[in-house]
């Protein structure tokens, strides 16, 4: 059974930093774009960053400020999240798939962390 789960979350001020980390289990992802989403209360899920063929993609909220990174060998990816502000909280999924990084592209989820950063 394919699991993928998050760890990492909490309480942070503004300006402080997480690592948020996705262990994956049930199967190797190498092959595979591993992604970073998240979902604000009462908003919809959106994209945060992706690591795809060798490459990284950012959402432009977030870009110079998160770094998403894996570990094959620990079939592990981390996002790394720097000068956090309120608008980053949310909860935050880890996803993978065969193709590109959209949110239909995913055919595996897990199922959240949350992120809270205070004022």
């Known amino acids: 059974q394919v699991q993928l789960v998050e760890s990492g979350g909490g309480l942070v001020q503004a300006g402080g930093s997480l690592r948020l980390s996705c262990a994956a289990s049930?199967?190797?992802?190498?092959?595979?774009?591993m992604a970073w989403f998240r979902q604000a209360p009462g908003q919809e899920r959106e994209f945060v960053a992706a690591?795809?063929?060798?490459?990284?993609y950012y959402a432009k909220s977030v870009k110079g400020r998160f770094t998403i990174t894996r570990d094959n060998a620990k079939n592990t990816q981390y996002l790394q999240m720097n000068d956090l502000k309120p608008e980053d909280t949310a909860v935050y999924y880890c996803?993978?798939?065969?193709?590109?990084?959209?949110?239909?592209?995913?055919?595996?989820w897990g199922k959240g962390t949350l992120v809270t950063v205070s004022p």
């Open positions: 049930g199967r190797t992802f190498i092959s595979y774009t």
């Open positions: 996803a993978a798939g065969r193709g590109g990084w959209a949110i239909n592209d995913m055919n595996y």
């Open positions: 690591w795809s063929v060798g490459n990284s």
